[in-house]
Nanobody
Framework: QVQLVESGGGLVQPGGSLKLSCAAS????????MGWYRQAPGKQRELVAV???????NYADSAKGRFTIFRDKAKNTVDLQMNSLKPEDTAVYYC????????????WGQGTQVTVSS
């Protein structure tokens, strides 16, 4: 079992920055992969960025060059630094953890709202 709690969402102007944090109930270095997803109103949930246990990361095309996913060992969080935000980044952002053992298990946080608007 993994419990996830997101924080850091809010209202920001276009071109601004936000950092989201995802706190896990177990060491993030024991989790197979963790990612950030988002869901805008009327749209399907989509992948934003993911980081594997070996530290490799991947990004959606919309996030490349603007967002960075990284692990904070001291805080035991997986953070998403978002720069140059656009109105189309407005969504509820969710943290996800994937555990690969004999089976695959997925865990989600409750989400945090990000609104990019002037």
């Amino acid at each position: 079992q993994v419990q996830l709690v997101e924080s850091g969402g809010g209202l920001v102007q276009p071109g601004g920055s936000l950092k989201l944090s995802c706190a896990a109930s177990r060491s993030i270095f024991t989790i197979s992969a963790m990612g950030w997803y988002r869901q805008a109103p009327g749209k399907q949930r989509e992948l934003v960025a993911v980081i594997a246990s070996d530290g490799t990361s991947n990004y959606a095309d919309s996030a490349k060059g603007r967002f960075t996913i990284f692990r904070d060992k001291a805080k035991n969080t997986v953070d998403l630094q978002m720069n140059s935000l656009k109105p189309e980044d407005t969504a509820v952002y969710y943290c996800k953890a994937i555990m690969l053992t004999m089976t695959m298990s997925e865990y989600w946080g409750q989400g945090t709202q990000v609104t990019v608007s002037s």
